[in-house]
């Protein structure tokens, strides 16, 4: 059975899908900096080792 949404809740799905993609865009800026930062730990580990 299709269900029929009303502008309003077609509004509030869109501005909950819009804050979770912004969340999900943030996460993905902390781990790509965690990620560099890590390549730099193992780049200065591997200085050290050789």
């Given at each position: 059975m299709d269900r029929k949404y009303t502008?309003?809740?077609v509004n509030q799905l869109?501005?909950?899908q819009?804050?979770?993609l912004n969340a999900?865009?943030?996460l993905l800026g902390l781990?790509?900096?965690q990620?560099?930062?890590l390549v730099?730990?193992?780049s200065r580990l591997?200085?050290?080792d050789s």
């Open positions: 502008q309003d809740e869109l501005s909950l819009l804050e979770n999900m865009h943030n781990m790509k900096l990620n560099d930062l730099q730990v193992i591997n200085q050290l």
